[in-house]
């Protein structure tokens, strides 16, 4: 080989080498540095209606339904209504079987005779012992003068000492016997009171047995519609500390009621009086309307999370709405026409700066104080968790974890557009108004309607984890996804 071929030779892998060299640099640019660079995820602005609207769902029923039950025990012996009967006030619903009631007021009747019979054999002895006693009274002052006679003739010695005892004696039983007929009274009078007291019990209990046979019958107390029937012919029901039902009579279904379970954290702003649209299974796409009468005070709580029963009164004429229907309701607390709005994923991005690199973006727009009295706001209080969904293609979206908005209608937070240089990140403030849980009204600030603002990041899971140490925006800037 001659000289001239050997530096041709030279030159060409001269050439090859720094080809391969800028091919690998190239490389390692695009598969280390370009995956070390997260891309912006970005929304635009736009403009529409926003409704914000409280849903929850609720059970269908009548606004006053009675359980009908039964007081006494006993076996049903017939029955005169079934479901979906139409019963008035009064109306014979069922009959127990009556024996065992009509025994029993038989013999709550023979103890009430007895018992009068008693109380009028102690009137008797009390008048007999009251005529004793008189008697009695009589024969003692016969005696008593007697004695007296005795007595003086005794002292002029003209009757022997066994004239004057007998005389002493005769006057001691007389007094005596007039004891013991005022004993009698007041034993006849004691019996009699005695009696008096059995009498009434047994006067009671016969009133009780009689109650308990009319209980048998049982009859409706309202005029209605019989929702449920609970007995069959021949069952028998025990009444013990709670009575069984029997039928459940719903009053006037053409007014219903929807009984629906709001979280605490809505149920301020629902009123009485409010609107409220829902839609049943067994008519879709039929929504109904009705109003909030009542929000009830008392809550119920299950696995910790509290909820409240807002009443929704709905007419009914056509009998549509049926009890225990499941209704979907969303009650309207406010709505927005025609305004700015943004997706709520934009309320929940936080660049992952040091309150440094923060101060000086706050600083560029002159809003050191709105920075220094929101920092807690403002900062992300953890690193944003990587995650990969479906249909995400060959990328990994890194956005703040879902969550609910912890603004309301008033605040004023930062977001976040892409500064002139194409590189930095720039606070905008804005004031939010209304939300309908997916996009938030912009009642103030400095964007525009298309103006597009970052909800996001996103890298290559196929490279390296990126090094979030390196802030978006100050030296570590993500590249512009366009």
């Excluded at 605040?411 to 606070?427: E, F």
Aim: hydrophobic letters at 40%; charged letters at 20%.
């Amino acid at each position: 080989m001659d000289k001239k071929q050997w530096y041709r030779y030279r030159y060409l892998w001269l050439v090859l080498l720094i080809t391969i060299g800028l091919g690998g640099f190239g490389t390692w640019q695009h598969f280390i540095v370009k995956a070390d660079k997260a891309t912006y995820i970005f929304s635009s602005v736009d403009r529409g209606d926003i409704v914000s609207q409280v849903v929850a769902q609720g059970t269908i029923s009548p606004v006053i339904s009675v359980d009908v039950g039964s007081q006494v025990s006993g076996t049903i012996s017939e029955l005169y209504a079934d479901f979906n009967t139409e019963v008035r006030k009064g109306q014979l619903l069922a009959k127990l079987q009556p024996d065992l009631f009509q025994a029993d007021v038989d013999q709550q009747e023979a103890n009430v005779r007895t018992a009068e019979a008693n109380l009028y054999d102690d009137a008797a002895a009390i008048a007999t012992a009251k005529a004793d006693i008189e008697k009695a009274k009589v024969d003692t002052l016969h005696q008593q003068h007697s004695f007296a006679r005795q007595k003086e003739l005794f002292g002029d010695s003209l009757i022997s000492q066994d004239d004057f005892d007998t005389a002493q004696a005769a006057l001691d039983a007389a007094v005596a016997t007039q004891k013991a007929a005022e004993a009698e009274t007041d034993s006849a009078t004691a019996r009699y009171k005695e009696d008096q007291a059995r009498l009434a019990q047994a006067r009671a209990a016969l009133e009780t047995s009689k109650l308990n046979l009319e209980h048998s019958i049982i009859t409706s107390p309202i005029s209605g519609t019989v929702i449920n029937r609970a007995v069959d012919r021949g069952q028998t029901v025990a009444a013990g500390f709670a009575a069984p039902v029997l039928f459940t009579i719903g009053q006037d279904l053409t007014r219903m009621q929807v009984n629906t379970n709001i979280d605490e954290a809505s149920v301020g702003s629902l009123k009485a009086g409010m609107q409220a649209t829902f839609l049943v299974d067994a008519y879709p796409g039929q929504p109904f309307v009705g109003t909030i009468s009542q929000i009830r005070l008392n809550s119920t709580t299950v696995n910790n999370v509290v909820t409240y029963d807002a009443v929704i009164s709905v007419a009914n004429p056509d009998l549509q709405l049926e009890p225990g229907m499941t209704a979907n309701v969303k009650i309207q607390i406010a709505k927005a026409d025609n305004v700015l709005r943004i997706v709520n994923s934009a309320l929940r991005f936080k660049p992952n700066f040091s309150d440094a690199q923060f101060e000086e973006a706050f600083s560029r727009i002159g809003e050191e104080k709105f920075w220094n009295q929101n920092k807690d706001l403002i900062k992300p209080q953890a690193p944003p968790a990587q995650t990969t969904g479906p249909g995400a293609g060959p990328q990994t979206r890194i956005v703040t974890k879902a969550a609910k908005n912890p603004y309301t209608a008033g605040s004023l937070i930062p977001l976040w557009v892409v500064g002139t240089d194409s590189k930095s990140l720039v606070p905008v403030i804005v004031k939010l108004g209304i939300t309908d849980g997916m996009t938030t009204q912009i009642a103030e600030g400095g964007l525009k309607q298309g103006e597009r603002i970052v909800i996001g990041l996103e890298f290559d899971p196929n490279r390296p984890a990126p090094n979030l140490s390196r802030a978006p925006g100050f030296g570590g800037f993500p590249m512009i996804r366009r």
